[in-house]
T-cell receptor
Framework: AAGVIQSPRHLIKEKRETATLKCYPI?????VYWYQQGPGQDPQFLIS???????DKGSIPDRFSAQQFSDYHSELNMSSLELGDSALYFC????????????FGSGTRLTVV | KQEVTQIPAALSVPEGENLVLNCSFT??????LQWFRQDPGKGLTSLLL?????REQTSGRLNASLDKSSGRSTLYIAASQPGDSATYLC??????????FGAGTTVTVRA
């Protein structure tokens, strides 16, 4: 069965650089969520999109932006990267509002040096 | 704000022993309860989803129950194996909100 695809799997950037993370949801899933997980921490919600519109916003820094495209894939753009942005970034997708559960991707590990 | 607590934070058992992981939440308006497994540095794998009208779900050696009145869910893993070593997270979902995760229980099964 198709899963949530995230790319790249690993990314190394320098401070103040820009990074773009991509997420391809499960076919026919119309909602995408982004989470950030620091070392030893539980996932923290960043932002979500439903039918290409932002549906909820969590603790996403102003330096980050995201969007969902017409094919329902989503991109998380991170600018002016800081050392503290080093984390595992997960994308999850669901059908509708999440009543049938979430499926997570394998994540993108971002290291800022 | 929904608070999700998982107890214990860590658990170490010999192979073959049954595991009991607890998850409690503060908002009784919970709709779904989903259990995930996470291996170190890896993604979240969904184990079981208990939907609003359900009280438990079973998959192989795993069984999860949900008691909304007490605000608790329990994940049972029967006859544990070293391959069960991982961090287990519960997450609840309330309509209109995102998933709220617990901090997880890190399980080590000793061979």
């Amino acid at each position: 069965a198709a899963g949530v695809i995230q790319s790249p799997r690993h990314l190394i950037k320098e401070k103040r650089e820009t990074a773009t993370l991509k997420c391809y949801p499960i076919p026919r899933h119309d909602t995408v969520y982004w989470y950030q997980q620091g070392p030893g921490q539980d996932p923290q919600f960043l932002i979500s999109f439903y039918e290409k519109m932002q549906s909820d916003k969590g603790s996403i820094p102003d330096r980050f932006s995201a969007q969902q495209f017409s094919d329902y894939h989503s991109e998380l753009n991170m600018s002016s990267l800081e050392l503290g942005d080093s984390a595992l970034y997960f994308c999850a997708s669901s059908s509708g509002t999440g009543a049938y559960g979430y499926t997570f991707g394998s994540g993108t590990r971002l290291t800022v040096v | 704000k929904q608070e999700v607590t998982q107890i214990p934070a860590a658990l170490s058992v010999p192979e073959g022993e049954n595991l009991v992981l607890n998850c409690s939440f503060t908002d009784s308006a919970i709709y779904n309860l989903q259990w995930f497994r996470q291996d170190p540095g890896k993604g979240l794998t969904s184990l079981l989803l208990i939907q609003s009208s359900q009280r438990e779900q079973t998959s192989g050696r795993l069984n999860a129950s949900l008691d909304k009145s007490s605000g608790r869910s329990t994940l049972y893993i029967a006859a544990s194996q070293p391959g069960d070593s991982a961090t287990y997270l519960c997450a609840d979902w309330v309509p209109g909100r995102k998933l709220s995760f617990g901090a997880g229980t890190t399980v080590t099964v000793r061979a």
